[in-house]
């Protein structure tokens, strides 16, 4: 599908999506916890759904009601077929780990554009836990043998993927002996594992490490069935703060100020970059401001890179974002992407491992390849409402986590058609 896009002006009020992140969290915690959990405001997208459909298989209990859900958890047996995670690489990392508690064997299968993302840190760690599992060549599908995991100490990298972490965290504490998690390389996206730690301190578990996350010590105790309630997605919200900061205004609600979500630093950027911003309660506004560049460490935030660096490339002079080599192991090589799309607009690129140079100029419409990822499909509709005649290829990937994205444009008077 196709997104035609012409030149509009933005204004309006809408609601942050609900956090991808907390939400499989969230469910993680609900199905290792014995009884019933109810996770409200979960978002419904598609990987959220993979991860639905993944803890169904392995006996967990899920009812969608009234915008929640009722997770009845604790009780996992062996699936009765693959565990499909689709392109959610948080749900084929996390299930990795919680698929050695359960009994018998599942086998974890991808899509495509996941199959080639990293797995193999993850599965190592498992195997020197004692796991059996194992992958296809370094790449799923993943097998794991599942049952009483013993626990222990276990070292793994934190400069590849927080997610691999976290995968850890949930099941540490349903270990026979507890774990400790020694990371062998400085930690990225730490905003991501405070995320993990205080969805599992809001379901009883206690997490003991250092002030550096390099050290994590957990006794063995058992998960506690609450009612959790899933915040805003300011990785989502990036996006719709970013449109009112360069073709309107826009207001988004549903957004906590005091998250541990990363991405929330998308409003200290466009401070940074001289855009007008208003924060009240729970909503973030922001209004057409004649933007400056900056230099920026993505390296916490590193979904943030398409969305920062669109509005470099609308911004005066040259920004230098940092801290941006693991996009190129996301749904797309992210830094290729942008490249190429801003280059397509008419912006002057350079490109090197870690970093990335943009020098700001007036955009011009183009078809940008979205490469299928959702980041990047929605970051280009930014510069595409300012500059008009852009075409994004592949629309339709907001699917997996933003599925009512190009409506909620429409709603705002972004002029937009889905062709195809």
Known sequence: MRALISRSNIRGKIAAPPSKSYTLRGLACAALAPGKSVLSNPLDADDTIAARNVFREIGVGIEQKDGSWMVIGGNFHQPAADLYCGESAGTLRFMTA????????????????????????????????????????????????????????????????????????????????????RLTSPLQSKPYIMMTLDCMKAFGIEVRYDADLSVFEISPQP???????????????????????????????????????????????????????????????????????????????????????????????????????RARLKESDRVAAVKSGLQRM?????????????????????????????????????PGLVAGDTVIEGAECVAKTFPAYWDVLTSLGAKVVLDG
């Open 98 to 181: 919680i698929c050695s508690l359960v009994p018998g064997i599942c086998r974890l299968t991808a899509a495509p554009s996941l199959a080639r993302r990293p797995i193999m840190p993850l599965v190592e760690a498992l195997k020197s836990l004692g796991i059996n599992c194992g992958t296809d060549g370094g790449s799923p599908p993943v097998t794991v043998h599942g049952g009483r995991v013993r626990g222990g100490r276990v070292e793994l990298p934190g400069d590849i993927s927080s997610q691999y972490v976290t995968a850890l965290l949930l099941i540490a504490p349903l270990t026979a002996e507890g774990m400790e998690i």
């Open 346 to 382: 008419g912006i002057n690129v350079i490109e090197e491992e870690d970093r990335i140079f943009i020098t700001g100029a007036k955009p011009r419409g183009t078809v940008i390849d979205s490469k299928g990822d959702h980041r990047i499909a929605m970051a280009f509709s930014i």
């Open 223 to 325: 998960y506690h069935a609450v009612d959790y309630t899933i915040e805003g997605d300011w990785s989502s919200a990036s996006c719709l703060v970013a449109l009112g900061a360069v073709a309107g205004k826009t207001e988004v609600t549903n957004l906590t100020a005091s998250s541990r979500q990363a991405d929330k630093t998308i409003r200290t950027i466009l401070e940074r970059m001289g855009a007008r911003i208003a924060v009240d309660n729970n909503t973030i506004s922001a209004s057409r401001s004649r933007l400056h560049a900056l230099q920026a460490d993505l390296s916490d935030c590193i979904d943030l890179l398409p969305t920062v660096s669109v509005l470099a490339a609308m911004a005066e002079g040259e920004s230098e974002l940092t801290g941006i080599k």
